[in-house]
């Protein structure tokens, strides 16, 4: 029984049951008077909000809608996701969420999360002390490069409080365990600088030494004041997230999605294409659009795969090339960062993606570039005349920088493409077949990966957690979805799914020394028991 009472107890989202709360409750706990006198059940709570929702004209008043539930009462909004999570998951995470991002000072209600500015250097640990709650897990941005819209700035909040909602409905990490960071150094968007209800730091971004003065502030006192905490990197910009990734792998149980879960779910959807046009991995040839974070985090998971096949370093990486915003990523060409290096073949140049397919003869190409419509008709017909199974991977979020839609993917290959989306489309109806594409959606992925390392208690991440991720995915996609060109399973048994990764996700860590102490008896069983289940 909660200590709570009265108003209090009715303004913790946590404890917060509203209309449901039963008479000898309202007695014990204050209540009375305080609420309409009848009761409702969870059932007749949910429907509630559903038809309010649903009668809302656009996703951005819904997302609204949701995000003030959520503040008041997490186990309805949550018990709504899970039942719902098709209809949900675009309103709460992508594609919604970018809008929400972008138009975020004015739409703001209420704090969610601990926003540490730049103002606070030399005292983020008392800052995170503020936090009432025992933190597991934290989804930290500094909001340089949301999705694929740029430089938010603490507007990109919205981004770890949709990654940690997806957690708890996906894969059940308890709410109460969540902690979604902004560390806001300012922004270079000169047009939320301008913006009157901007609510971040109105300066220019810190850089240099002081920036990673104060990442490392954040790290040391999020360690401290949360330990064993998992920490997971969210849309920071290319030059950032590849460094603090390295820089902090080895020595804590952290990771980032945007390299490591995009690569496990691109892989996965692989796997499940193979299976349909048969044929290695090890085989095939990759041609990225993209070249940053998700084109490498993927290419490098894809070669570990190759070379798990049978194939040597050389010959893997030689099976993916990159295009970013110069044409073909070739050796010797001026100004290449360091995550491009390794991809960098001997090559002539080549500056346009067309013709990097007519010359490269892919297998498979992967759009991460946020270039929306850039899988161009020419560029779909291309590869259909190559592959009798195309796979065409149109990875960008959210809808607005798609590569291509799914009814393009589909036409412009005869219906031959195996395909797979960063944001939902809707079922595809082409010469009598329909085809229902799913997202490459990381929340296949992540939400298994964390509760995994966090029912373990891993002290790492490692590599090895995302590629058996990888193939616990791809082993859940059924013959009947491939029959519907599905190479994800249905969104509806996230939970199932997740459970599978997370327990093969923690195996990996008993194995190998990362987590305390011997594994359970059971560890399927273990896992299931530790998930929230949203009820009264």
């Known amino acids: 029984m909660t200590l709570l009472h009265g108003m209090t107890l009715l303004r913790d989202p946590l404890l917060n049951k509203g209309t449901a709360f039963s008479a000898s409750e309202r007695e014990q706990l204050g209540l009375r008077g305080l609420l309409p006198p009848c009761v409702l059940t969870m059932q007749a709570q949910a429907d509630r909000v559903l038809t309010n929702m649903r009668n809302l004209p656009t996703d951005l008043e819904k997302y609204v809608a949701l995000n003030a539930l959520h503040d008041r009462n997490e186990a309805l909004f949550f018990r709504i996701v899970c039942d719902n999570i098709d209809e949900i998951q675009p309103i709460i995470y992508t594609p919604t969420v970018g809008l929400a991002c972008q138009k975020y000072g004015l739409i703001f209600q209420r704090p969610r999360g601990m926003f540490i500015s730049a103002n606070e250097r030399g005292h983020i640990a008392e800052v995170l002390k503020n936090w009432p709650y025992p933190a597991k897990l934290i989804v930290v941005t500094d909001g340089e490069r949301i ?293 490459g959606n990381n929340s296949y992925i992540f939400p298994g990966v964390g509760l995994g390392a966090i029912a373990s208690s891993a002290r790492l991440v490692t590599d090895e957690m995302f590629m058996t991720a990888a193939h616990t995915l791809a082993d859940c996609v059924k013959t009947d979805d491939l029959g519907q060109g599905s190479l994800y399973p249905a969104l509806p048994r996230i939970r199932e799914v997740s459970a599978k990764i997370a327990t093969a996700v923690a195996s990996v860590a008993y194995q190998n020394g990362l987590a305390d102490g011997p594994p359970p008896n059971d560890l399927s069983g273990f896992i299931e028991a530790q998930m929230y289940d949203p009820h009264y």
Not at 198 to 212: I, P
Not at 400 to 422: N, Q, V
């Open 147 to 439: 999705l694929g819209l740029g430089d938010l700035g603490a507007n990109g909040m919205g981004i770890p409080v949709g990654k940690l909602s997806l957690y708890s409905a996906c894969a059940g990490v308890h709410p109460e365990l969540c902690l979604p960071v902004v560390l806001d150094v300012g922004t270079n968007n000169e047009e939320l600088l301008r913006d009157p209800y901007y609510l971040g730091l109105r300066q220019k971004r810190l850089t240099g030494a002081a920036y990673d003065e104060f990442v490392d502030e954040f790290m040391t006192a999020a360690r401290a004041t949360f330990p064993g905490v998992l920490i997971q990197f969210e849309d920071f910009a290319n030059h950032s997230a590849f460094r603090l990734l390295h820089k902090y792998r080895q020595k804590t149980c952290v990771f980032n999605d945007d390299i490591q879960g995009t690569a496990a779910v691109a892989l996965a959807g692989l796997f499940s294409a193979l299976r349909v046009s048969g044929g290695k991995l090890k085989d095939q040839k990759l041609l990225f659009l993209g070249a940053g974070e998700a084109a490498t985090g993927i290419a490098d998971l894809v070669v570990s795969a190759m070379m798990a096949e049978g194939a040597t370093e050389q010959e893997a990486l030689q099976r993916n090339w990159l295009v970013d915003s110069r044409g073909l990523v070739v050796r010797g060409r001026d100004g290449l960062s360091g995550h491009k290096l390794r991809y960098a073949h001997d090559h002539a140049t080549i500056s346009d993606f067309a013709t990097a397919i007519e010359t490269l003869k892919p297998t498979a190409i992967v759009g991460v570039a946020a270039v929306g419509g850039a899988f161009t008709p020419e560029v779909l017909r291309l590869m259909a005349g190559l592959n009798e199974r195309p796979i065409v991977f149109a990875l960008s979020n959210p809808t607005s920088k798609a590569e291509c839609s799914a009814e393009d993917a589909y036409r412009y290959t005869e219906g031959r493409a195996l395909f797979a989306c960063g944001s939902p489309y809707d079922p595809v109806k082409l010469s009598g077949t329909t085809f229902v594409p799913r997202q």
